[in-house]
Nanobody
């Protein structure tokens, strides 16, 4: 199973920014489509964004379009999620995982969910 390490979360005021990182552990990301997912308290995990292996194709959940940007640096085996204009409703634990194609909310079978990184947007 592929293993990822998420980082970069924290407490930020509404309107603020954070950059999340998703680092591959023990393998290189080059050939994998990677997605960012989030789970808010009491809610199911949902897909936020995903990026093709080359980085040429991306998708975003409607509520984050224009605010979040996904990117990747295959040389560093890392995928990023730049989050701007954060809103309280963005509060969640954010995870990354291999995705089935460039499709939102479709992690590869039996994903190895890491601990994620907590994002809290509050004044």
């Amino acid at each position: 199973q592929l293993q990822f390490v998420e980082s970069g979360g924290g407490l930020v005021q509404p309107g603020g920014s954070l950059r999340l990182s998703c680092a591959a552990s023990g393998f290189t990301l080059d050939y994998y489509v990677i997605g960012w997912f989030r789970q808010a308290p009491g809610k199911e995990r949902e897909g936020v964004s995903c990026i093709s292996s080359s980085g040429s194709s991306t998708k975003y959940e409607d509520s984050v379009k224009g605010r979040f940007t996904i990117s990747r640096d295959n040389a560093k085996s890392t995928v990023y999620l730049q989050m701007n204009s954060l809103k309280p409703e963005d509060t969640a634990v954010y995870y990354c995982a291999e995705s089935v194609g460039v499709n939102l909310g479709m992690p590869a079978p039996k994903p190895n969910w890491g601990q994620g990184t907590q994002v809290t947007v509050s004044s």
